[in-house]
């Protein structure tokens, strides 16, 4: 019986007005709520500013006739391959090479036929993506026919492009690598 009475007294009576905190009802008091609408508006402020800054800084690079264009560049690396000499070509560098230490770098070339081929010039380049300063070529001496070799030294550690440049008949040929270099 004292359960009930207490049951009886915790309840309202029918048609009695019964007051909520308004602090449950509103939403906007929790914090993730806030949290929520906060990152939305922040994604969409980001959002907004990619878009203003790409048309801003727009370069124009886009032409009207891209198609045709980049067409033209397909025919002419396959003119270019057709014309080119039917030569197997390969760069030798360590893979263990190191930053300021001196490396010995490898190229051979052979015809179609397998016979070497005696270019009047060979150089090798080497290119430095992030950094143009770093940027040096060495001239290739005959090792061999058709072998040529090259002591390069890299002035730093990471990623390199290199080019072997070939000069035969009056035209030039070339060959390249991506190479990454360990530090020293």
Same mark, same amino acid.
């Given at each position: 019986m004292n359960q009930s009475m207490s049951t009886a007294a915790a309840r309202p009576e029918a048609?009695?007005?019964?007051?909520?905190?308004?602090?449950?009802n509103n939403a906007w008091k929790s914090p993730w709520v806030r949290?929520? %609408?906060?990152?939305?508006?922040?994604?969409?402020?980001?959002n907004v500013t990619m878009v203003v800054l790409a048309i801003a800084t727009n370069p124009g690079?886009?032409?009207?006739?891209?198609?045709?264009?980049?067409?033209?560049?397909?025919?002419?690396?396959?003119?270019?391959?057709?014309?080119?000499?039917?030569?197997?070509?390969?760069?030798?560098?360590?893979a263990d090479t190191r930053a300021e230490?001196?490396?010995?770098?490898?190229?051979? %070339?052979?015809?179609?036929?397998?016979?070497?081929?005696?270019?009047?010039?060979?150089?090798?380049?080497?290119?430095?993506?992030s950094d143009a300063t770093r940027d040096f070529s060495v001239a290739m001496s005959?090792?061999?026919p058709g072998?040529?070799?090259?002591?390069?030294?890299?002035?730093?550690?990471?990623i390199w492009d290199t080019l072997v440049s070939i000069e035969h008949a009056g035209k030039e040929h070339s060959l390249g690598q991506r190479v990454s270099v360990l530090l020293p």
């Open positions: 048609g009695a007005d019964v007051a909520v905190p308004s602090d449950r949290a929520w %609408v906060g990152l939305i508006g922040v994604v969409l402020a980001v690079l886009i032409r009207d006739d891209y198609y045709e264009r980049g067409r033209d560049v397909e025919r002419t690396i396959v003119t270019r391959l057709a014309e080119g000499p039917q030569w197997t070509m390969s760069i030798d560098l360590p230490e001196t490396t010995k770098v490898r190229f051979a %070339v052979v015809d179609k036929a397998g016979q070497p081929v005696q270019p009047e010039r060979v150089t090798y380049y080497a290119y430095r993506p005959q090792e061999a072998i040529y070799e090259a002591e390069v030294r890299f002035p730093l550690g990471g």
